[in-house]
């Protein structure tokens, strides 16, 4: 059994920046990570984009869950490690080559898909899940299960310690990885946090873009400030 579940959607950057802080301390503490599926798409079904969201939100959510899709496909295909290897080889796609990359990543979801599923030495066949409903079923009942752990006010990742019967957080969102001797250290604080059942939030609306060569901020960098409000940028911030 998995010592943590870890939900994501693989076009949220702040979930791929906690990913790399995980895998890091899951390396370190022999931990055991199970990658499960959240979709922003199916969480904002009901949203109306156009008034709710800056521009773009509704291209970027969409594309998520058609990689999300693949991400299905991989686990029939490979189990969970085959999510694990997929998610590690479509964030380094999406987030770590450029901004360029990543706007044609969302772009052509299938294509980054492929590119992702040979890094990972999976079939690249998979990719065709992308345009596939029949695997929606299985990401929003997985999508129902982190929202069930945490509340519906919540964004990605979403962490479930020990599960089936520990504690969940959304979070912690971070903008910088973690260096390897502060990432154990940091991932103590947040699970003595959500070991207290009476502990709910910590939280500042100022977020830093995340330290990421797709946003333009290279490692060592420290990302410009921006307010968040209600799981986005605000668009006059």
């Known amino acids: 059994m998995a010592d943590l579940h870890f939900y994501f959607d693989p076009v949220c950057p702040f979930a791929w920046m906690t990913s790399k802080w995980v ?27 156009a008034t709710h969201f800056p521009h773009g939100y509704e291209r970027s959510h ?3 869950l058609s990689l999300l899709r693949v991400a299905a496909a991989a686990r029939e295909h490979a189990g969970p490690v085959g999510v694990a290897d997929y998610y590690r080889a479509l964030g380094q796609e999406i987030f770590e080559r450029g901004a360029r990359q990543q706007r044609d990543a969302l772009k052509d979801p299938s294509r980054a898909a492929a590119t992702a599923l040979r890094a990972a030495g999976l079939d690249v066949a998979l990719a065709g899940a992308t345009g596939d409903p029949g695997y929606d079923t299985l990401i929003a009942a997985e999508t129902d299960a982190a929202l069930a752990l945490t509340g519906k006010d919540v964004g990605t990742p979403i962490l479930h310690f020990d599960p089936p019967g520990g504690a969940s957080l959304f979070g912690p969102v971070i903008s910088r990885l973690p260096s390897p001797e502060d ?10 946090l959500s070991r207290f059942a009476g502990f709910a ?3 500042r609306s100022l977020r830093e873009v995340p330290q990421l060569p797709a946003l333009g901020v290279g490692a060592g960098e420290v990302g410009a400030r921006e307010d968040w409000f209600q799981g986005h940028r605000r668009a006059d911030g």
């Open 62 to 64: 969409s594309a998520g």
């Open 23 to 49: 895998r890091e301390v899951a390396a370190r503490r022999s931990y055991d990570v199970e990658w499960k599926f959240i979709s922003l798409r199916l969480v904002n079904a009901d949203v109306d984009y």
């Open 183 to 192: 990432a154990p250290a940091l991932w103590d604080h947040v699970v003595g």
């Open 201 to 203: 939030e910590l939280k």
